[in-house]
């Protein structure tokens, strides 16, 4: 997949592409509707925002991402898609009304042949106009537009809302059902404290910084390392959460990566939780932690053999 980060200055064959539009946080069955109705029309591109939207107009506001561009990208590539357009949002985009945005950069920059969006789709300055002023202005301006119908499953509208309330209450089960697959954390390998390997249980430890916390606790998890010599699919068990056995800490998420031996510093890792064990607890000495530790990650190989 071949990314661009601006709409000015694109040469002939980047052009042209049927693309689908969109926030695409967290790329779930609803928005894979709209990919798909954006297909036949190869080649098949997506324009989204980067930093999202929100985060520029709220930057107080607390974090809501369900996933990072590096996520976003890994699963965007995995639906097929061949060009992203990963468009820089700031000033000049969030100034741009309706007709300048159609003009400019669906046009005459990208040169779009075909537009998707969801139907609560919304675009140009104080997210002014709407699908019905999107069409009208593709009329005008030489594209096409499909707006795909918002997705239900058992009643229940697909969409980040409902998926980030899924996963803030643990039912990691029910956010993949809208997702169309397990919800994922993917990032960089840190250097952590290391209690982790004194205590016989060595972890990866991963910034959730920027991104909406699931429920606080310990999860069994499916592990691809991304990057590296230790390439490859692996089963674990991850603690989300500020280690409250050791005071007061910034959540992030750290995975004990079964059978595995190896350095990850560095390395680029996507962890998918599977199933909700436990919430964080505070134990009496480090003897029960790790006795607690070792029976998590007993039940997480009994549910990750027949997950």
């Known amino acids: 997949m071949q990314t661009y980060t601006h709409w000015t200055g694109l040469s002939p064959e980047a052009r042209g592409a049927s693309v689908a539009m969109g926030n695409f946080d967290g790329v779930h069955l609803g928005h894979q509707s709209v990919i798909d109705l954006a297909r036949g029309r190869e080649p098949l591109g997506i324009i989204t925002f980067e930093p999202h939207p929100r985060e520029v107009f709220a930057p107080e506001a607390a974090p809501f991402r369900l996933m990072n561009a590096e996520a976003r990208e890994h699963r965007l590539a995995k639906l097929g898609v061949t060009r992203l357009y990963e468009l820089p949002f700031g000033p000049e985009l969030a100034g741009m009304d309706p007709e300048t945005f159609a003009g400019k950069v669906l046009a005459e920059g990208l040169g779009v042949a075909h537009v998707t969006v969801g139907g609560d789709f919304r675009f140009g300055k104080g997210r002014a106009a709407g699908t019905a002023e999107l069409i009208a202005l593709g009329q005008r301006l030489g594209f096409d537009v499909t707006v795909a119908p918002l997705l239900h499953i058992d009643g ?6 409902n998926i980030r309330k899924a996963l803030a209450e643990g039912r990691v089960r029910d956010a993949a059902k809208m997702l169309g697959h397990l919800h994922r954390i ?122």
């Open 156 to 161: 229940i509208e697909v969409s980040s809302t």
């Open 186 to 307: 993917e990032g960089e390998v840190m250097h952590g404290d290391k209690r982790g390997r004194d205590l016989g249980f060595p972890t990866a430890n991963m910034s959730v910084a920027r991104l909406h916390l699931p429920k606080l606790g310990v999860y069994a998890v499916k592990v691809d390392v991304l990057t590296g010599p230790q390439a490859g699919a692996y089963f674990g068990a991850a603690s989300l959460g500020v280690r409250p056995m050791f005071g007061e800490n910034a959540p992030n998420l750290e995975t004990f990566l079964f059978d595995f031996e190896g350095d990850l510093y560095g390395q680029h890792l996507s962890v998918a939780l599977v199933e909700y064990l436990r919430p964080e607890m505070k134990f009496d000495g480090l003897p029960a932690l790790m006795k607690q530790m070792a029976a998590d990650c007993e039940t997480a190989r009994e549910i990750l053999r027949t997950a």
